[in-house]
């Protein structure tokens, strides 16, 4: 079955580069775009719009923004990281956020990785190809974890 990426991204034109990139990059793992903290653990939960999704099929990695309406990025990955459901899940923080803190704060509470989002389409599209490549087709995701 193949693995979904979670990607937590309210800017809209961001959520097209990634989209191409992914696509430019033949990187076919369905992505699944959620577009604030609130909705991206609705859908890790199955709850809200959500309800119903079966939990049991996690995503092999979640690309989450920071700045995000209603649940911040920080918030977010916090939450998914006490839940026991979601603890071992793959985050990588995909942000413009240059801010020391920032980093240091996803670090501190368990982010896999931080990435600045380069600038221009094609430096883009090159970082979001290594992503998928690493942890969509060669990184091997924890198990699921059952209630």
């Known amino acids: 079955m193949q693995q979904v990426i979670l990607l937590v ?7 097209e580069m990634t989209l191409r990139a ?6 076919c793992n369905k992505v699944v775009v959620t577009r604030d903290g609130e909705e991206a653990l ?10 119903g999704r079966d939990v049991g099929m996690m995503p092999a990695v979640i690309l989450l923004d920071l700045k ?10 916090k939450r998914i990281r006490r839940d026991e ?4 899940l793959p985050v990588v ?11 240091v704060d ?3 509470l368990g982010a896999n ?17 290594e992503l998928g490549m690493y942890w969509a087709l060669l990184n091997q995701p924890p198990p699921t974890v059952k209630e």
């Open 42 to 51: 609705d859908y890790l939960y199955g709850t809200g719009v959500y309800a």
């Open 9 to 15: 991204e309210d800017n809209p034109d961001d959520i």
């Open 68 to 77: 995000l309406p209603k649940i911040d990025g920080l918030e977010v990955l």
């Open 22 to 27: 992914f696509s430019k990059s033949n990187v």
């Open 85 to 88: 459901r979601t603890r071992l």
């Open 106 to 108: 996803g670090y501190k």
């Open 93 to 103: 923080i995909l942000t413009s956020s240059e801010l020391e803190q920032d980093l």
């Open 113 to 129: 990785s931080y990435i600045l989002k380069p600038v221009g389409f094609e430096n883009f599209c090159s970082a979001v190809r």
